[in-house]
């Protein structure tokens, strides 16, 4: 391996190295080629971040479960989570969680390919999200969490960084 980045080295500088009067060897080369990209993840300009996050694609934690049935229809399948103690509203591209007849939590599923906060528009891309959101609270193993007003959105990512959901609940941490 050595020897083969020697020979390259020396082979690039061999058309320069010799005395006076010895001209590079340069007959039929040509400069080479630099071809410039652009990330994928480029950042994305946004005129202001957005300040507060009072609902999550329409939905307030201060909703109740006719208020969320208003604004959504009724949910195509109703789950009780015994963990958390909620009765979740499954909806095509998120579930709304009630306890006790109260929206607890708003998840948007990746699916949805955009996100509303405050009824601004997000795309789920990491540039959208970082230019609507700003600098994350704190940075966890599975996503970054955006704190405003005791309200929490939580961007959940894989391993990878791709965007796996969207939630939006209380932070009780404050």
Known sequence: MMMNVVLLLVGMLSPYIGGEGIAPVSAGMTAPVVYATTSLYAPVQQEEQIVGY???NG???TDDKEEVIRK???PLEVTHDQILGTTDYQYEDMIVGLNNGVTEYVHVKPSA???QVN???ILLTNGHISASLGEPYFVAEDGDVYVQNHHAIKVFKDHGGQITGVDLFYDFSE
Do not use: N
């Open 72 to 74: 959504l229809g009724e």
């Open 119 to 121: 009824d601004q528009s």
């Open 54 to 56: 009072e609902t999550l």
């Open 113 to 115: 390919e955009s996100i």
């Open 59 to 61: 939905i307030a934690l």
